[in-house]
């Protein structure tokens, strides 16, 4: 991001997931970097594991907390199949990078669209897509949020300490201990990517 300019994030996914302690540990890291900070998110059905969409946009000056349709400069999806919801955020351009979890939240009796869908139809939306894999989180999907921010810090100007010691903020004891470590093995992760 060039400093002067202001930046979208979309995070979607599912309700329960955690989507509005991910903004929050974001903005927060954002603002204590001395960044403008506007976050807006849609409830809805997030009590009934209903989809979700927040929005994080910052910058210098900002005016409107959600943003316009082909503005997004990051999609994060938390539920694989919620970045279908949000892509009219995605730029014309291409230029969008799509950050999508492979978390799947099946249900009974019903198809899950395939990986196949996705390859063919998201690079229409974007030249920019990561996959993330929840193998590294041992099946305690609770750490995802943490998994894909440490991802993302490659792409934001923050470092790995602003994260942590916004997640100090908001965690602690043995909870803080394994966010932080799952902080750590993504950044590791974005840094096998490159």
Do not use: W
């Not at 997931?17 to 960044?35: C, W």
Request: proline share 2%.
């Amino acid at each position: 991001m060039m400093e002067s300019s202001n930046y979208t994030i979309v995070v979607t996914g599912l309700g329960g997931q955690g989507i509005i302690r991910f903004i929050q540990v974001l903005g927060n890291a954002l603002m204590n970097k001395g960044y403008s900070v506007i976050t807006s998110e849609t409830h809805g059905l997030s009590q009934r594991e209903g989809k979700v969409k927040c929005f994080l946009r910052y910058g210098k000056k900002l005016i409107a907390p959600i943003p316009m349709n082909c503005s997004a400069d990051m999609i994060i999806a938390l539920e694989k199949s919620c970045i279908l919801d949000v892509l009219n955020f995605a730029k014309l351009d291409k230029s969008t990078d799509l950050i999508i979890s492979e978390f799947k939240k099946t249900t009974k009796n019903q198809e899950y669209i395939t990986d196949d869908y996705f390859k063919q139809n998201l690079p229409n939306f974007s030249k920019n897509i990561h996959y993330i894999t929840i193998t590294k989180i041992k099946n305690d999907i609770r750490l995802l949020n943490t998994l894909i921010l440490g991802f993302i810090i490659s792409f934001l100007p923050l470092s790995y300490q602003e994260l942590q010691k916004s997640l100090n903020n908001y965690f602690s004891g043995e909870i803080l201990e394994a966010n932080l470590k799952i902080l750590q093995i993504g950044s590791i992760l974005r840094r096998k990517k490159d």
